[in-house]
């Protein structure tokens, strides 16, 4: 008797360890996310209008409204809902000075980083991503960058990002995706 009692105690002690597993039975597979691809066509000059539709989740039609030249400019992109980006530009011109391009750098990465802001890496110049809540544009990117011996200026702004994407990773992809479709348009090297 005395082994049918320590046999059913086993069992009992089995099932409830194999009850508490950290593990489920059936766990879900996780999707992948989708990556950040640099492909036209593009919207606002620098972003992919493919991997703007990726993090908004945009399916409507979409408009821009531009303006401006190499030395200094602005564009917003919306669908029929809403604004989706706003993109900046600028670069040393006119009056306009280095000093005055690092001045509003530094004052945005200031904002950026009281919001837990990321730096951009270093071969993307000095810069910052952040989350901003609250702001209507909240999802924000800057970067000051050198390109044909100047130094430029380039700022992206989203309204949103889809669940489940890492909004940092993607800024900065998308600000390298930028910068790199810059000295395309504008007949410049990166860096240099």
Known sequence: MTSYRFGASLASLLLVVAA????????????AIPAIVDAPPYVC?????????????STQPLSEVSDGTSDD??????????????????SVHGDWTDKDIDNLVSDRIETLTRHDGTAVPESLGKGMA???????EPYQVVSKFTCGGKVRLLIMRFREFVSGRNSINDMIELMRIGQKRYAELYKCDLGK
């Open 73 to 90: 400019g602005d564009c917003d992109a919306h669908n029929n809902s809403s604004g989706l980006l706003d993109v900046a530009w600028s």
């Open 20 to 31: 508490c597993s950290n593990e489920p039975a059936d766990a879900p597979t996780p999707t």
């Open 130 to 136: 952040a989350y901003i809540p609250g702001d209507e």
């Open 45 to 57: 000059k620098f972003v992919p209008e493919h991997a703007l539709r990726l993090i908004s989740g």
